[in-house]
């Protein structure tokens, strides 16, 4: 989710102040993605430079509210409409890391992913207590919420899918470089 599309939702039925669209973000967020009020205001001037928002009012004390304007409107319904692909999340840090690990000699990848599993399933736990004690909440954290319990289970299969790939490759000898002696390069085969 971007911070842009984020306070354009917020401003959708009317305008507020950037301290308001902090808080009502947090809010419907569950505080899972802090905002500083610095990057706020940075998104409001450009979406303000964009055509998308447009200050509305500023009081006395020099504060300003922020409206929604149509191309704003155009631009949030079809962020909406478009779903989101793979391929525009963010990177996964945790497949270059274990990636990395492979590649680099020394490195116990089977600690790397038994200390990740553990911390993960220390916030699953934490994640889950948060759920139980949520009888009545928002449904904007709930559904956040689940996506990051979801989100953690997904993880702990996939590393003890890793960790069985490694238990299967463990007694294989890795395959050493050929290098080719009439051009003096080297090839690595895998």
Same mark, same amino acid.
């Given at each position: 989710?971007?911070?842009?599309?984020?306070?354009?939702?917020?401003?959708?039925? /009317?305008?507020?102040? =950037?301290?308001? @669209?902090?808080?009502?973000?947090?809010?419907?967020? =569950?505080? &899972? +993605? !802090?905002?500083?009020?610095?990057?706020? %205001? &940075?998104?409001? &001037?450009?979406l303000?430079?964009?055509?998308l928002?447009?200050?509305?009012?500023? /009081?006395?004390? =020099?504060?300003?509210? %922020?409206?929604?304007? /149509?191309?704003?409107? $155009?631009?949030?319904?079809?962020?909406?409409?478009?779903?989101?692909?793979?391929?525009?999340? !963010?990177?996964?840090?945790?497949?270059?890391?274990?990636?990395?690990?492979?590649?680099?000699? =020394?490195?116990?990848?089977?600690?790397?992913?038994?200390?990740?599993?553990?911390?993960?399933?220390?916030? @699953?736990?934490?994640? $889950?207590?948060?759920?139980?004690?949520?009888?009545?909440?928002?449904?904007? +954290?709930?559904?956040?919420?689940?996506?990051?319990?979801?989100?953690?289970?997904? /993880?702990?299969?996939?590393?003890?899918?890793?960790?069985s790939?490694? @238990?299967?490759?463990?007694?294989? !000898?890795?395959?050493? !470089?050929?290098?080719?002696?009439?051009?003096?390069?080297?090839?690595? $085969?895998?």
């Open positions: 989710m971007s911070i842009k599309h984020g306070l354009l939702a917020l401003l959708r039925e /009317e305008p507020k102040y =950037g301290y308001q @669209l902090r808080g009502e973000f947090e809010a419907a967020t =569950g505080a &899972t +993605w !802090p905002l500083n009020i610095g990057q706020v %205001y &940075t998104t409001l &001037t450009r303000e430079r964009d055509g928002v447009r200050a509305a009012s500023t /009081e006395a004390d =020099g504060r300003s509210t %922020y409206e929604i304007t /149509e191309a704003g409107r $155009t631009e949030l319904d079809s962020w909406f409409q478009t779903p989101v692909t793979r391929e525009s999340r !963010p990177r996964d840090e945790l497949a270059i890391k274990l990636a990395l690990a492979l590649a680099v000699p =020394g490195v116990d990848v089977s600690a790397v992913v038994q200390r990740q599993r553990s911390a993960t399933m220390q916030s @699953l736990q934490e994640l $889950t207590r948060l759920k139980r004690g949520d009888r009545d909440g928002e449904i904007s +954290w709930r559904l956040v919420l689940e996506s990051m319990i979801f989100a953690a289970e997904a /993880e702990i299969r996939w590393l003890d899918h890793c960790e790939i490694l @238990l299967r490759h463990r007694g294989r !000898p890795a395959k050493q !470089p050929q290098v080719h002696e009439a051009d003096d390069t080297t090839e690595v $085969t895998r």
